[in-house]
């Protein structure tokens, strides 16, 4: 055991600044944070060796102290000393009382803080994606996408900070008028997950700041730097801009201070991302204090291939579908079904394309590198043992699926799997790795049948030029998924469109279209301006 997790074990028995400094001089050496090569880190986004976890317009922390590892390497990147449960109660307080000078601010200017936002993530774009790349372990492009994709979403919400409305409706009562008016809900308590640090709280904390809402934000505990570097950025134009920093308060934390925020009365809104098994904990946990929950979960996502479909688009699509993020993304394809006509040209095409991917294997700080590693350990041994259940129960790799030994990190081979039924228990569940179960259809009929069929219902696509199955697909009978494509793969959603699944996927829409409208309460108003008081449906109480 090392010197820092010795005294990890016992920091209740240090003060906060004593604590600090034998954190800064006895296990700072050797961190990536002070590697030359790494000097953004500290001059770009203000990191250090040790790092307070906890902002509710001031840092501090006083819980545990965990280290950030690099998925490529296993090298720690630095320190970061946790919240703990009286830390996360400091940042609701902070919170609400912040609460009540934001929601006098109107929408419009609201808007105008989030541009700000969006700005001040722009200039920090290469930096804050290279630490993404870094602390989640996705390729650059991937990372610094996920931060622009903050910065697509404070556009939009920009924008929508002049448009949201409500309804003037008809009243059926002479010299009556219905109206529905939108309110923000409050403090709203946003946990996120590791495969998306930055972007998936950007979806929340854009809209939900222009609607009027503090917010906790309680990232993953295994990417905090991303936290801390984001909250950074965001707290810098809050003070900038004379207002309160607990706006936008963080807190670092364990199990502990999820399970607080879930049952915490005080947070009306619960926005989670995560596992459907842990998702189900919090939704009962807020569903039973009557809260509102904003689930994005689990997905075990099917491309259905038609006889018609352009196999080179289908190949093509796949690749970056099934092994981009190194299988880590929630709408990462699981499952190809492919009808029987073309089953060996699109399998022997998919096999060729891998063979040119693994060489591309590498750092993902590296440039022409297309697949980085898994996320930690615990994902590297959830692969190991899907695959040897998929062999077990008759399934053949016919690519992959082994662990890459010859160097650091958590890296291994993208793994095509056939010969299993579709009602497999291994394919029927979602495993977090770069794992594609190939199976087999004799129609589109059965290829829906088989999509349809698993637990989650997030994201789908059908390759076809046939016109009638497209509009079946995207009917009732059809895909029975929150996102529905036509000839495109399962992943890459834009922000403009509610991002969200059915099922066990959670039910709960971010991002574009209406989704502004799970951050707000709306009330139904009925105005008399006239003399008379007559009562609805012509009811007589006289």
Sequence with gaps: MSITFRLARNFKSFDRLTRFHLYRTMSSQGFLVDHPRYAFLKEDLGLESFNQGVYNGKWFANGMVVQSVSPATGEVIAEVSQGNVDDYDACVVEARKAWSTWADVPAPKRGEIVR??????????EPLGKLVSMEMGKILPEGVGEVQEYVDICDYAVGLSRMFEGKVIPSERPNHTLLEMWNPLGTIGI???FNFPVAVYGWNNALSMICGNTMIWKGAPSTPLCSIATTKIVAQVLEKNNLPGAICSLICGGADVGSAMAN?????LISFTGSTKVGKQVAVAVQSRFGRNLLELGGNNAILVDESAPIDLVIRASVFSCAGTSGQRCTTTRRL???DKVYDTVLAGLVKAYEQLLPRMGDPLESGVLLGPLHNQAAVDSFTATIKEAEALGGHVVFGGKVMTDRPGF??????????KPTASVVMSECFAPILYVLKCQDMDEAMAINNSVDQGLSSSMFTQNLGQIFKWLGPKGSDCGIVNVNIGTSGAEIGGAFGGEKHTGGGRESGSDSWKQYMRRSTCTINYGKDLPLAQGIKFE
Excluded at 264 to 268: C, E, G, I, Q, S
Excluded at 411 to 420: A, E
């Design 264 to 268: 915490d009365p005080r947070l009306p």
């Design 411 to 420: 890296f291994v081979q993208p793994t095509i799997i056939t010969g299993l």
């Design 191 to 193: 946990i996120s997950a």
């Design 116 to 125: 700000q936002i969006g700005v001040a993530l722009r200039e920090k774009l």
């Design 337 to 339: 079904i492919l009808h």
